[in-house]
Each structure stands twice: as structure tokens, then as C-alpha cells.
């Protein structure tokens, strides 16, 4: 009897959200997924000022991909 653990009345385990999906992803006010663009690392010499210059725009995610997103991020939405 002392091994066993006693139910303090949690129904379910606490939804946590993926840690990977925290660091990469935010989720604006209006509920977009907001994410850095890729290819502004390195190999800096080869891109042009312009597509630099629009790398360091932040994208935002199309509806059909932040539905998967949004899962992963159940801790902050």
C-alpha cells in the first residue's frame, strides 16, 4: 500500500506544447503564426541587398499549416 500513488482528482495530464515549436513560432494578437524566414545564416555574399533586406521580414504562416502549428503551441494559445 505505500508504493501506490493516490488520485488527487486530475482527470487529465497537463497539454504541453513542443519546445522546438516555442523557440521557432509566435502567435500574434490577431492569432497568425508568426515565424523568421529562413537563408539569412550565412553565405551572406552570394544574395543579393535585396532579398537580404526581405529575409529579415518576419513570414506568416497559411491556414493550413498553423492548424498543426497551433497544437503544438497549446501552452501559450
Same mark, same amino acid.
Given at each position: 500500500?505505500? %508504493?501506490? !500513488?493516490?488520485? *488527487? #482528482?486530475? $482527470?487529465?495530464?497537463?497539454?504541453?506544447?513542443?519546445? &522546438?515549436? +516555442?523557440? /521557432?513560432?509566435?502567435? =500574434? $494578437? %490577431?492569432? +497568425?503564426?508568426?515565424?523568421?524566414?529562413? $537563408? !539569412?545564416?550565412?553565405? +551572406?555574399? %552570394?544574395?543579393?541587398?535585396? /532579398? !537580404?533586406?526581405?529575409?529579415? !521580414?518576419? $513570414?506568416?504562416?497559411? &491556414? #493550413?499549416? &498553423?492548424? *498543426?502549428?497551433? *497544437? &503544438? +503551441? =497549446?501552452?501559450?494559445?
Amino acid at each position: 500500500m505505500s %508504493n501506490c !500513488k493516490k488520485s *488527487r #482528482g486530475l $482527470g487529465k495530464p497537463k497539454m504541453k506544447s513542443k519546445r &522546438a515549436a +516555442l523557440k /521557432r513560432f509566435s502567435v =500574434t $494578437g %490577431n492569432g +497568425l503564426i508568426k515565424f523568421a524566414r529562413k $537563408g !539569412k545564416s550565412h553565405i +551572406l555574399s %552570394n544574395k543579393s541587398r535585396k /532579398r !537580404k533586406r526581405q529575409l529579415l !521580414k518576419a $513570414g506568416y504562416m497559411r &491556414a #493550413g499549416c &498553423a492548424a *498543426r502549428i497551433k *497544437r &503544438a +503551441l =497549446t501552452s501559450i494559445l
